[in-house]
């Protein structure tokens, strides 16, 4: 029926939805190599971000035909755009983060289903296969010429704790290494990376599957990051929660893992222990990938190994990627960042913060822009406590800028604006020196500063551009008449 919700379990559901929106989603019959020309395309199409200019926001981008490739589509940009995860989640921009919050404290754990059942097991390669080669098999694109090796960028890693069971599901860099083995990278800190730690002191492998084009909320949950999700928390059952129903897991056909049952793609495999290899080893770039911040990461000279056991998926099955800094990855992590604050500063200061965004110029890690409502003298100065709970609820936050309820957050003009006239450095600003923050941000250097004493060290900063307490009256916005558009533009809607 139309206007009626289609309802998301996985990619092919996701993808139509929107099919039926306009202007959501697009089509390539074009011939497109996966090697820097897929991403080259999409740049320019919808990528957004800390892309380089020109990009725009644009729909997300189907290439049907891939050079090498018979049976292979890839999806690109799926979530590239705040309105579309509104779409895909039944809701709207401004109410995204506030559904994630409600999820995480109401999760629906995963369950697991037959592999007869597991539509990501229709077609199965195992690497005992005389003919076995990940890139036969899979387009891992690369996002520019220079890239350390083609990479797979969306798939989803889960993995056992194996002392206590316990699963995580995370994104991680996995660069395509040989035919038989990806490279995988950690951010220190990562739950999966503590779960290969104690495997590795035990002198065993760890099985892990990588699960790649699913169902977006199980994309957005697996972002979140403690202290919201600690160690043990399963990020798939706020997948569950967000669906009103579990997330289906199967038994892998090659490791002791579980996979996403339907998932277009399965790399199963395992961490080996004690084996490193330099990321960049068959291209000697010195670069891994265009990340997050806008910049392209350095290749790592030491970085674990995944033996690669067995690829299973879906007939004709889609494989998902993204541009490293695009506005993709900006949701991916800024809308649990969002969900996480509004989270830690709800218990702490209720009804105080009223909504928050971690926009595209600030990465979706770096920046998060707070809302509040000072509702009475005693208020004043909560605004900055506010501040220090969200770098509390989110380590890797570097900026936090305080606006009052009259600024729109999702509006950097706005935000912008408030700075400008109700901001004054001297007064309205809070340095916090020498606090760990990310590795990729490349100011967080010594070199950078005197103030750094480390690579990935910050100075945390609050920039307070809330008008005090007893100077409200200054600093009222004008005032316009409230009027029926509609009868002077017929079908004009407010945004």
Request: hydrophobic residues 35%.
């Given at each position: 029926m139309p206007g009626e919700q289609l309802k998301v379990t996985d990619l092919r559901s996701a993808i139509e939805l929107l099919s039926r929106c306009d202007d959501e989603l697009i089509y390539t019959?074009?011939?497109v190599d996966p090697m820097a020309?897929?991403?080259?395309?999409?740049?320019?199409?919808g990528a957004h971000g800390t892309v380089q200019r020109?990009?725009?926001?644009?729909?997300?981008?189907?290439f049907n035909k891939v050079k090498g490739y018979d049976d292979v589509r890839v999806l690109i940009g799926l979530l590239c755009t705040r309105k579309r995860v509104a779409r895909l989640f039944g809701t709207t921009a401004d109410k995204l983060a506030f559904m994630l919050k409600d999820a995480v404290a109401t999760p629906v754990a995963p369950i697991v289903i037959p592999q007869s059942q597991a539509a990501c097991q229709e077609v199965v390669h195992l690497a005992s296969d005389a003919d076995f080669d990940i890139l036969k098999i899979l387009p891992a694109p690369t996002n520019t010429p220079e890239d350390a090796g083609p990479y797979f960028t969306m798939g989803m890693c889960y993995a056992a704790d194996p002392e206590t069971g316990e699963h995580d599901v995370t994104i991680h860099r996995l660069c395509v290494q040989s035919k038989d083995e990806i490279s995988m990278y950690f951010v220190p800190g990562r739950h999966l990376d503590t779960f290969r730690q104690k495997a590795e002191a035990a002198g065993q492998a760890l099985p892990i599957s990588i699960s790649i084009g699913v169902d977006p909320a199980i994309e957005i949950g697996a972002c979140f990051e403690p202290p919201t999700t600690p160690l043990g928390f399963d990020e798939l059952s706020i997948a569950g929660s967000l669906r009103n129903q579990p997330v289906e897991l199967?038994?892998?056909?090659?490791?002791?893992a579980r996979a996403i049952a339907n998932a277009e793609i399965v790399i199963e495999g395992e961490l080996l222990?004690?084996?490193?290899?330099?990321?960049?080893q068959n291209t000697d770039s010195g670069k891994a990938m265009p990340e997050f911040p806008g910049y392209t990461g350095s290749a790592q000279p030491q970085v674990p190994v995944i033996k690669v056991k067995a690829i299973t998926h879906r007939r004709h099955p889609i494989l998902q990627t993204c541009i490293g800094p695009s506005d993709e990855h900006t949701n991916l992590a800024g809308i649990p960042t969002e969900a996480s604050i509004l989270q830690m500063v709800e218990r702490a200061l209720p009804g105080f913060v009223q909504n928050v965004h971690c926009p595209s110029p600030g990465t979706g890690k770096y920046l998060a822009v707070l809302q509040v409502k000072k509702r009475s003298p005693a208020d004043e100065?909560?605004?900055?406590?506010?501040?220090?709970l969200a770098f509390s609820a989110f380590s890797e936050l570097k900026h936090v800028m305080l606006v009052d309820e009259d600024v729109d957050v999702f509006d950097i003009n706005d935000v912008m604006w408030a700075m400008t006239t109700r901001y004054q450095g001297d007064v309205s600003t809070v340095f916090i020196p020498g606090v760990r923050?990310?590795?990729?941000?490349p100011s967080s250097d010594p070199a950078f500063s005197p103030s750094v004493r480390g690579h990935g060290i910050a100075c945390k900063t609050i920039f307070d551009?809330?008008?005090?307490?007893?100077l409200k009256a200054n600093f009222k916005r004008s005032q316009f008449m409230e009027v029926d558009v509609n009868r002077f533009v017929p079908g004009f809607s407010k945004k």
């Open positions: 019959d074009e011939p020309e897929l991403a080259g395309v999409y740049r320019y199409i020109p990009t725009q926001m644009g729909p997300a981008m189907i199967t038994d892998c056909v090659s490791v002791k222990p004690g084996v490193r290899v330099r990321e960049d100065g909560r605004q900055r406590q506010a501040a220090l923050c990310h590795p990729l941000d551009c809330t008008v005090p307490w007893d």
